[in-house]
């Protein structure tokens, strides 16, 4: 028993490495390999010769779940009608660019013939264009003006708003003149209102463009004080004008609130049309207000001052060829008759 119960020395077993049958299979080359030789399967014969396992015989491949789209995948860029789109719209972005290049192009060009008209010396004026009359008409333009042209890009928009307010005013007071003639229809007794009405179009038209809006647009243009002041003492006046003609003294000619209110006893749809130009007086002289009070703003930004005004005034009025003439006869005058009282 001590045999099996006792471990042996190591010099008693022989090597197992040493076996016939590992040697002869390791020395022979026509037999499986170890992993593919089972030696359960025949104890009597030696080991079967090694087969190539074939292609189709290897295991096929457990199927895994399709992974998530990387960045370096392609991607959908949308269908071709999509390409299509975006194709037409950036064309028709790319000739909105090039129209707008084009118009800058030529407004450049404008600018440029007008430099070198100015660049021709004191004797080449600049041709009237204001206001725009037909070619045929006998009488032609009395001013020039060119916005984009004479007035720096800060300022053009205020300029511009100044422009189309005075076309507002002119259009109020000519539906003014509507209103009253829409009263005199009804009350023939409302002739000097109506009459009044067509004077108050005529007269204040043409002056308020050249007493209030071509100071402001030659201030802006030259920086001039002198203009801007001219522009605040009329302009204010012209505001004052603007609250009486929407409170509508009777007699007046204005269809202001009082006039209109009046005119509903007369009259429903006379009075409608009447109220209706108060309310544009009302609209008229709540924006001369606004203007009146950014322009000022904006004026005291410029470095404007009364002793600039005072300046500018005497320099126009020493340069002006008609004042010095007056001037030099009156002293003339002036120096003859002491001349002669002294003899």
Known sequence: MSKYTSFPEPSDDANPFQDPAVTQ??????????????PFDNKTGPPPPYEATSPSAQPVPAQTPPSRTTPTEPRNYGSYNSQQTAVKATTAELLRKQEELERKAKDLERRERELDSHALGPGATRQNNWPPLPSFCPVGPCFYQDINLDISQNFQRTVTIMYYYWMFTACTLFFNL?????MFCVDPANGVGLGLSILWVLLSTPCSFVCWYRPVYKAFRT???????????VFFVQVVIYVIMTIGI?????????VSLAALKTSVPVGVIMMLSAVLFTAQTAMGVVMLKKIHSMYRQTGASFQKAQAEFATGVMSNQTVRQAAASATTGVAQGAFSGGR
């Open 25 to 38: 299979h390791s020395s022979n080359t026509e037999y499986a390999t170890l992993d593919l030789y089972n």
């Open 250 to 258: 009777p007699g007046w000619g204005f269809s202001g609130w009082i």
């Open 223 to 233: 920086d001039s004080s002198f203009n801007f002041f001219a522009f605040f003492f």
């Open 178 to 182: 509507i209103s009253c003639l829409a």
